[in-house]
């Protein structure tokens, strides 16, 4: 028998090998698994979407969701000396704790908002990507990154249950 999942860095850095271990989504190269061979070890595909196959998730929507915010930068102005945009060492620390995603999708699919409404809400995932973009001082394109955010699903079916913060490998 065959057994297919996805992996790359064995680091926890690529987020690939992202999975359902024991009952809690995490990564498989970085996860605790318990030693004592006695017990049962459970493993499955990330809950709540489609599996390709075995313990592989379909992550088209996670991904065209996390597309749908932009997740770049915009700006129209020209960087000061041609290079670069800069930033200052208070406005880069806004940052801190936002550019970590690795986009594994552990936290979206452990909340139960996105499990009921993943076709509508954005989940965890994207949302706090869309904050990053909002909270970069060099982005000029806040308030059309926030009107986008304006509906019934994208923001406001977050019910701060937390599951996403306690699954979050980073």
């Given at each position: 028998?065959?057994?297919?999942?996805?992996?790359?860095?064995?680091?926890?850095?690529?987020?690939?090998?992202?999975?359902?271990?024991?009952?809690?989504?995490?990564?498989?190269?970085?996860?605790?698994?318990?030693?004592?061979?006695?017990?049962?070890?459970?493993?499955?595909?990330?809950?709540?979407?489609?599996?390709?196959?075995?313990?592989?998730?379909?992550?088209?929507?996670?991904?065209?969701?996390?597309?749908?915010?932009?997740?770049?930068?915009?700006?129209?102005?020209?960087?000061?000396?041609?290079?670069?945009?800069?930033?200052?060492?208070?406005?880069?620390k806004k940052l801190d704790g936002m550019y970590e995603c690795i986009l594994c999708a552990c936290c979206s699919t452990s909340c139960p908002s996105y499990w009921w409404n993943s076709d509508k809400y954005l989940g965890?995932?994207?949302?706090?990507?869309?904050?990053?973009?909002?909270?970069?001082?060099?982005?000029?394109?806040?308030?059309?990154?926030?009107?986008?955010?304006?509906?019934?699903?994208?923001?406001?079916?977050?019910?701060?249950?937390?599951?996403?913060?306690?699954?979050?490998?980073?």
């Open positions: 028998p065959t057994l297919s999942f996805r992996r790359s860095c064995r680091e926890g850095i690529c987020g690939s090998c992202s999975m359902n271990i024991d009952g809690s989504n995490t990564l498989a190269c970085i996860g605790r698994v318990d030693r004592d061979v006695g017990q049962t070890l459970t493993i499955r595909p990330l809950p709540h979407m489609y599996v390709v196959k075995d313990l592989v998730p379909d992550m088209a929507n996670f991904y065209q969701q996390y597309k749908s915010i932009q997740p770049y930068l915009q700006t129209s102005s020209k960087p000061e000396g041609g290079k670069e945009y800069k930033q200052t060492i208070e406005d880069r965890p995932a994207a949302l706090m990507q869309a904050q990053r973009w909002v909270a970069d001082s060099r982005d000029e394109a806040k308030e059309e990154r926030l009107a986008k955010l304006r509906d019934p699903f994208s923001m406001y079916r977050c019910h701060t249950i937390m599951n996403c913060t306690t699954t979050c490998p980073k």
